[in-house]
């Protein structure tokens, strides 16, 4: 396929696709989904080996959030049957940490909910970053508290964060139909700051809200500008209780898809699939690692993961190994521009005057109204609504028991 063929040789050059080649990934049929997949992997092999990268949730704080994040299960009128809590302390969180640490994880992401931290969160989590660096020297921590204010991302540096994650989510277009107490722009800014502050930015996206391949395509057009060194994947996860409980839009062929066109249009950052791939890519996960050079370890924020030990056992019988705590992640022009981000001169991102980041107006094919590729795609068929796969999580973090790892 002259297409598959044109996206690997991009990819191995890091030059970024056009957007009819993103989109037409995103339309190729069920048929042609190992062809799609072996060429992709062939970009993921070349920046990534056969190395997969475990991180590890810790959920310093859950539920209560004054946001209204459509997808989250911890959000504002939310009536998903949580845990709910105030903050671990820090021998807590790195107690927890531990877990994951135990199980192969090299990096400990460290989230709470809420609109954005206090200063006084900001002291809890470095407090926190220090107990658990004092324990694991060389893990690397990732901060993940919401909206950034002026100065705050720099004191998270200085306690000892590596990363800072925020994600995008959703394009541009569509953000005020997921959320309306904060803006894309906002999400931005907090990437933006995280990258200044000199912390190796980690920012992603939510596939399975019911967007189009076009607002896919913009989304990760915007991330490939933002250049973050981590993309994680989410899937939708439809959690009875929030407003999207009925969006069952995923088939394990269309995750496949979209990694693949996350990989080509990001070929050397860390893609990682994140929450949801036991929901929809199912058996289908050991493809996955085809595409992803990185996951999370056992559980999530509030909905339980796979067992860490089959999480081991399927990145072995897939061919891949465990990326050891000595080995560096990004291949070496990342790794050296300093903070871990890639160096934008040359790195390939699409500047907004060329609209290859997510304009409507133009861009060849992101228009809405049609065109090329866009009026193409197979009719998707309804996914399967699987909800006995939606399992709210009841240990580790904020319980009495011991956390899945």
């Keep these: 396929m002259d297409l598959l063929n044109t996206l690997v040789d991009k990819g191995l050059r890091r030059e970024l696709p056009t957007r009819d080649e993103a989109l037409a990934v995103l339309a190729t049929s069920d048929d042609d989904v190992l062809d799609?997949?072996?060429a992709a992997g062939k970009v993921r092999r070349h920046w990534f080996g056969r190395r997969v990268k475990l991180n590890y949730l810790v959920n310093l704080k859950s539920g209560l959030c004054p946001e209204d994040c459509s997808y989250c299960s911890q959000r504002l009128?939310?009536?998903?049957?949580?845990?709910?809590?105030t903050w671990l302390k820090p021998d807590q969180a790195s107690q927890a940490a531990a877990a994951g640490l135990a199980g192969g994880a090299k990096r400990v992401c460290l989230v709470a909910s809420g609109r954005g931290p206090t200063d006084r969160d900001v002291d809890r989590v470095s407090d926190t970053i220090k107990a658990i660096k004092d324990q694991h020297e060389d893990v690397e921590v990732c901060a993940c508290l919401g909206l950034l204010s002026d100065g705050q991302a720099e004191r998270l540096r200085e306690a000892g964060a590596d990363a800072y994650n925020h994600n995008l989510n959703t394009s541009e277009g569509t953000y005020g139909d997921i959320t309306t107490t904060h803006t894309y722009a906002d999400r931005v800014d907090t990437v933006q700051k995280a990258h200044a502050a000199g912390l190796s930015a980690c920012s992603g996206l939510i596939a399975g809200m019911g967007e189009s391949d076009e607002?896919?395509?913009d989304v990760v057009?915007?991330?490939r500008e933002l250049d973050p060194d981590s993309v994680p994947v989410n899937f939708l996860i439809?959690?009875?209780?929030?407003p999207l409980a009925k969006e069952w839009n995923l088939t394990p062929q269309r995750c496949l898809r979209i990694l693949a066109m996350v990989r080509f249009v990001c070929p050397d950052a860390e893609v990682r699939i994140a929450g949801g791939r036991e929901v929809h890519l199912r058996t289908m996960q050991p493809l996955a690692l085809n595409l992803a050079n990185s996951i999370f370890l056992g559980d999530y924020l509030t909905s339980e993961g796979q067992a860490g030990k089959a999480d081991l056992e399927m990145i072995a019988d897939a061919g891949f190994e465990v990326e050891g705590?000595?080995?560096?992640?990004l291949p070496e022009h990342r790794a050296n521009a300093g903070g871990g981000c890639g160096a934008h001169a040359d790195s390939g991102c699409g500047a907004h005057e060329s609209g290859a980041c997510g304009s409507h107006e133009g861009g060849g094919c992101g228009s809405h109204a049609g065109g090329g590729v866009c009026g193409s795609a197979p009719v998707e068929v309804p996914a399967e609504a699987r909800t006995d796969l939606v399992a709210v999580r009841r240990r580790g973090a904020g319980t009495d028991l011991a956390p899945n790892a």
């Design 36 to 38: 799609v997949v072996a």
């Design 238 to 242: 439809p959690f009875e209780g929030t």
């Design 215 to 217: 607002d896919l395509v």
């Design 77 to 85: 009128g939310s009536k998903a049957d949580i845990l709910k809590y």
């Design 221 to 223: 057009y915007a991330l």
């Design 325 to 329: 705590a000595g080995e560096v992640t």
